[in-house]
């Protein structure tokens, strides 16, 4: 006997085997073998459980921000068979951030009273723990028997996967302090997620929109990050983000962002020229 497509995700909806979602699946357990194999290698650190929690978070907002990207990039390459990775992706995020909460219940040595008491005395664990909650409401309602149960507003739900990652993402920013790399990168590539939503349907595939929205996206991720310093820290916020014009050591977080975002119009012109080709 056969396992329904639903449990089983490495199959499309039509029952059959693919290729697509098998290589999703795998992207997003290796990370999950490659921790567990340094864990037992001793190679985390001093603080091994510590050093597990922050990766294991920082792969769930990863993975929140790579499930709103399958929107843009499905249109982009004109491909909507993409469209049927947003829940897998989705629910790839929530098992991290399930992962991460567990682990962090573990370096309070299980005492859940702790755990509850310390959520709600520090602020960016009252972010965290509010982006989980949201999260475990858009797994639990993400089913085809939900989205019939709620109809159109099962759409007005699953918008606030929006606030859930700008909350995972300042929850992020928060726990990592003064090395916020990681964040500002996300956070330069939500900043791109959210314009391009903004934008007319007709504009959402045209180069020269495109090419402003990863401009936008790099120049975000540097006023985010000198914000961030400027606001949160004692360090000199504009010499960091100053900084953000020397790629002597490789491209800084902020810079990043806008590279990967301008990687959406190669794609669109990749795209056009192809049709071009077709069509000669």
């Known amino acids: 006997m056969t396992l329904a497509p639903s449990f089983t995700p490495w199959r499309d909806r039509a029952g059959r085997v693919s290729a697509l979602r098998i290589v999703t699946l795998a992207v997003m357990i290796l990370p999950a ?4 194999q340094l864990w037992a290698m001793s190679e985390l650190g001093p603080e091994p459980l510590e050093a597990a929690t922050h990766e294991t978070g920082h792969w769930a907002i990863r993975l929140l921000i790579a499930s709103l990207a399958v929107t843009p990039l499905g249109r982009i390459l004109g491909w909507p068979r993409l469209f049927q990775l947003r829940r897998m992706i989705g629910l790839g995020a929530l098992a991290w951030v399930l992962l991460h909460f567990t682990l962090y ?15 709600v005395s520090r602020v960016y664990l009252i972010i965290g723990f509010t982006a989980l909650l949201g999260l475990l409401v ?16 099962w759409k007005k739900l699953h918008r606030i996967v929006f606030p859930v990652a700008l909350l995972g993402l300042l929850h992020a920013f ?4 003064t090395d916020v790399s990681n964040a500002v990168l996300l956070a330069g590539l939500l900043a791109w997620l959210l314009a391009w939503r903004a934008l007319p349907g007709r504009w959402q595939t045209s180069l020269p929109a495109l090419a402003l929205l990863s401009i936008a996206a790099l120049f ?23 900084a953000n014009l020397d790629v002597s050591f490789g491209p800084r977080p902020a810079v990043l962002s806008g590279i990967i975002a301008a990687g959406f119009v190669l794609l669109a012109a990749l795209r056009r020229l192809a049709g071009r080709q077709r069509a000669a």
């Open 33 to 36: 073998l490659r921790l567990f």
């Open 105 to 119: 219940i573990g370096d309070q040595n299980w005492r859940l009273w702790r755990v509850a008491i310390e959520i």
């Open 138 to 153: 858009l797994g639990w309602t993400s089913t085809d028997g939900w989205m019939k149960r709620l109809g159109q507003g």
């Open 174 to 177: 928060i726990q990592s302090k």
């Open 220 to 242: 975000s991720a540097v006023l985010i990050e000198f914000l961030w310093y400027a606001l949160a820290t004692n360090l000199p916020a504009a010499r960091i983000s100053a």
